[in-house]
């Protein structure tokens, strides 16, 4: 199965709030990430957490870490027409392990 | 334009010809990786390397793959005698040693296989 899991699609309307979830299965994973990837473009590093850590704020960027269950959640606040792009979870281990693992990525539309 | 860039953006070619990818990284960077995405999916990491040394590669690096890094510049990743399975973005990243976690993605290499 996969090592990391997101849901494929969320739709919002602008002003609101976003929560894109994400779960992974590597307990050893030291570092998670939210990229960002717009139509035709590479992938845009937002935020990152490091696992001991349960949150980290970054302007409209809220990441929850819940260690215990392997859940990792990234909201979005007064979200944007802009902020539609697939958004995608990704963890490492650190240390020596440079393998950087994935989920499918989030669709996030934001209707006006 | 100081960051991570790929070349070419699209290439399109026939099953069995062999194609050749650049990635030039944000130039204080000596980390490099390279990923492969396909449709619908997250990147799947292939290799990475620290200067010009190759450290770690997947098992998804079959033998018709090879990447180099050879002056801890630029890299390129060959793929001889494509298939149709080899078609997807191919996307090169870096990152500066002491903070690895932080990997910059450049645009992609689109390559399809017909």
């Known amino acids: 199965g996969e090592d990391v899991e997101q849901s494929l699609f969320l739709s919002v309307r602008e002003g609101d709030s976003s929560v894109i979830n994400c779960t992974y299965t590597?307990?050893?994973?030291?570092?998670l990430y939210w990229y960002k990837q717009e139509p035709g473009a590479g992938l845009q590093l937002l935020t990152y957490?490091?696992?001991?850590?349960d949150m980290k704020q970054d302007q409209r960027l809220t990441v929850l870490l819940n260690k215990k269950d392997k859940h990792l959640s990234l909201r979005i606040a007064d979200t944007q027409t802009g902020d539609s792009a697939i958004y995608f979870c990704?963890?490492?281990?650190?240390?020596?392990?440079?393998?950087?693992?994935f989920g499918a990525g989030t669709r996030l539309t934001v209707k006006p | 334009d100081t960051g991570v860039s790929q070349n070419p953006r699209h290439k399109i070619t026939k099953r069995g010809q062999n194609v050749t990818f650049r990635c030039d990284p944000i130039?204080?960077?000596?980390?490099l990786y390279w990923y492969r995405q396909t449709l619908g999916q997250g990147p799947e990491f292939l290799t990475y390397f620290q200067n010009e040394a190759q450290l770690e590669k997947s098992r998804l690096l079959s033998d018709r793959f090879s990447a180099e890094r050879p002056k801890g510049s630029f890299s390129t990743l060959e793929i001889q005698r494509t298939e149709q399975g080899d078609s997807a973005m191919y996307l090169c990243?870096?990152?500066?040693?002491?903070?690895?976690?932080?990997?910059?993605f450049g645009p992609g290499t689109r390559l399809t296989v017909l």
């Open positions: 990243a870096s990152s500066l040693d002491d903070r690895g976690h932080e990997q910059f």
């Open positions: 957490i490091f696992s001991n850590m």
């Open positions: 990704a963890e490492r281990q650190g240390g020596n392990n440079n393998d950087m693992r």
């Open positions: 130039s204080e960077h000596n980390r």
């Open positions: 590597d307990s050893s994973s030291t570092y």
